[in-house]
C-alpha cells in the first residue's frame, strides 16, 4: 500500500498532526492511518481516520488508491467495534469539497456514535 508522511503538505493541519507536529488525542497509528478524537466532538464518541498521506478529497482517490480506501473504511469499523459502537453503529461519514461541507482539505472519514443522529443532514 502506499503509505508513509512520503507525501505531505506544509500548511495542512493533518498533515502536521500525522507527523506529531500538532498534539492530537491519538486512538490508533500504523504506517497509512492514524486516528485521533475531533476536536469539537459532535458525538459522545467523535473520532477521524484519516491517511497518512495528503490526499485533499474523495475526489482526489484515484485507482491505484483502492486499497487506501477500502483499509480507511476497514480501520474505521475496527476502532468503532473497539470503541463499543457494533451494537447501535453509528455514523461513518466523509464530507467533501464546499458542498459537502469539508472543512479540511486532508481526506478524512468521521465515526459520529453514542447516541441516535437524525437524517437528512441540513
Ligand atoms: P470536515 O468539516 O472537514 O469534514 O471536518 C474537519 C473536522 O476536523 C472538524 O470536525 C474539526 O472539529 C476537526 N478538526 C479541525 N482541526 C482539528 C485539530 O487540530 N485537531 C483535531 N483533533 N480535530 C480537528
Ligand atoms: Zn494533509
Not at 17 to 26: H, N, V
Request: proline share 7%.
Amino acid at each position: 500500500m502506499s503509505g508513509g508522511t512520503d507525501s505531505v503538505q506544509e500548511g495542512c493541519v493533518f498533515c502536521r498532526i500525522a507527523r506529531g507536529l500538532i498534539p492530537s488525542d491519538k486512538i490508533y497509528e500504523d504506517g497509512d492511518f492514524l486516528a485521533f478524537y475531533d476536536l469539537s466532538p459532535q458525538a459522545p464518541v467523535h473520532f477521524l481516520v484519516i491517511p497518512k498521506r495528503h490526499i485533499e478529497s474523495l475526489m482526489d482517490l484515484a485507482e491505484a488508491d483502492r486499497n487506501l480506501a477500502g483499509g480507511l473504511l476497514i480501520k474505521a469499523r475496527e476502532l468503532a467495534e473497539k470503541l463499543g459502537c457494533a451494537g447501535k453503529g453509528g455514523r461513518f461519514v466523509i464530507n467533501c469539497k464546499s458542498d459537502g461541507g469539508q472543512t479540511v482539505p486532508h481526506l478524512h472519514l468521521h465515526v459520529l456514535a453514542g447516541r441516535p443522529l437524525c437524517w437528512p443532514p441540513g
